[in-house]
């Protein structure tokens, strides 16, 4: 029992961290949610938008943290920096997030129009998600980063939380659509968010620091 409460305790927080730190950074206005609400609301190879769309994120994360851990191995150096950078970016990230909470905006997705094919929504889908380079940069690059700074153990558990937190977004948007989209609809309601987006943004940078403060001070 005393290993399982251990194990626990050192699993948690990079499961966490992962989860909130996806979240964060899809949880935003933007052509790809727009198109899965979109799909959505038409109940339209939802279940296929919403997997292409988590498991496409799954790669990119799986891909950027192990290929980052195996770059940066060798590299302490380059890693502190790269961390440093990306806690630099969150914090820029939270305070653009805490900006827009001070405007009011709202999620928009267009429900007329003529049906998608599975062919045509797959490739819509796709459009969406791998030709926006803010794709590579946060799923490869940024979380990339910050998650091979985790232990090697940890990692996988890191990798699992951001995957969870991409899955379950874009099921509640896609499969939950018509009764989400009037919340959407709401400025208030996107301001909220933000601001909560980009309190979590600084609370990550600041974990970021104290791990490379820590790292150096061993």
Known sequence: MPNQAALLSAVAPAF??????SLGLIVAIGAQ????????????????VVAFCALADAVLISAGVMGM???????????????LAGAAFLAVYGWQALRRARQPHQLRAANGGAGLSLAGAFSQAAAFTLLNPHVYLDTVLLVGSIGAQQPAALRPWFVT????????????????ARWLAPWFARPRAWQLLDGLIGLTMWVLAALLVRHVLTASGG
């Open 16 to 21: 966490v961290q992962g989860l909130s730190l």
């Open 33 to 48: 949610n727009a198109f899965v609400l979109r799909q959505g609301l038409r109940r339209e190879h939802v279940g296929s």
């Open 69 to 83: 851990a195996q770059a940066l191995g060798e590299r302490p150096g380059v890693a502190r920096s790269l961390a």
């Open 161 to 176: 939380g951001a995957c969870v937190a991409s899955l379950a977004w874009f099921g509640l948007l896609g499969f939950g």
